[in-house]
T-cell receptor, first 114, second 114 residues
Framework: ETGVTQTPRHLVMGMTNKKSLKCEQH?????MYWYKQSAKKPLELMFV???????ENNSVPSRFSPECPNSSHLFLHLHTLQPEDSALYLC?????????????FGSGTQLSVL | KQEVTQIPAALSVPEGENLVLNCSFT??????LQWFRQDPGKGLTSLLL?????REQTSGRLNASLDKSSGRSTLYIAASQPGDSATYLC?????????????FGKGTHLIIQP
């Protein structure tokens, strides 16, 4: 266990549904991240939160909406997704100290969009 | 824009062999480089983190080296075991002091034959 918990582990949704992914860490970390992992492609950074403030948004479509209510919780709200959005969505956290920003990942949510 | 390449994409070796996984990056101005392990359908586990000022890091049977000038890192696994079977990813971080994400390679899928 890495200390980063993601729910649900698996999610199947239609293109018109609205769902949310949840990530939780109690490691005392101050930065949280959403990554997307598609088959045959490298992990892609989607969103970064530093002390609850979003610091990076890598041109992610607006059908993905992040929320970080506090430094321990991170959500990814999904609506009107496309089949190509099917992927493993990984949450990570880190403690921003000089030179030792090791990332800790959750087990991911395997998302299928029908 | 940083690009990370890992060679080979897949590797299968008999148990007990020593092996080397390769990672190259295009922008040598990295802040640190991390090696991760990913088991099927799971999240990533951080194995080793090398700061830009370091040349190598060791943990048990694993040794990672970093040569910034040539844009290369290697992960050496000694006396491989079937439990080492997994996908190994390297990731480069290009700036420090902030919650910037990592640039990942596509990974090397490693199979250790009993």
């Amino acid at each position: 266990e890495t200390g980063v918990t993601q729910t649900p582990r698996h999610l199947v949704m239609g293109m018109t549904n609205k769902k949310s992914l949840k990530c939780e860490q109690h490691l005392g970390h101050n930065a949280m991240y959403w990554y997307k992992q598609s088959a045959k492609k490298p992990l892609e950074l989607m969103f970064v939160y530093n002390f609850k403030e979003q610091t990076e948004n890598n041109s992610v479509p607006s059908r993905f909406s992040p929320e970080c209510p506090n430094s321990s919780h991170l959500f990814l709200h999904l609506h009107t997704l496309q089949p190509e959005d099917s992927a493993l969505y990984l949450c990570a956290s880190s403690l921003l100290t000089e030179g030792m920003e090791k990332l800790f990942f959750g087990s991911g949510t395997q998302l299928s969009v029908l | 824009k940083q690009e990370v390449t890992q060679i080979p994409a897949a590797l299968s070796v008999p148990e007990g062999e020593n092996l080397v996984l390769n990672c190259s990056f295009t922008d040598s101005a990295i802040y640190n480089l991390q090696w991760f392990r990913q088991d099927p359908g799971k999240g990533l586990t951080s194995l080793l983190l090398i700061q830009s000022s370091q040349r190598e890091q060791t943990s048990g049977r694993l040794n990672a080296s970093l040569d910034k000038s040539s844009g290369r890192s290697t992960l050496y696994i000694a006396a491989s075991q079937p439990g080492d079977s997994a996908t190994y990813l390297c990731a480069a971080k290009n700036s420090g002091g902030g919650a910037d994400g990592l640039t990942f390679g596509k990974g090397t899928h490693l199979i250790i034959q009993p």
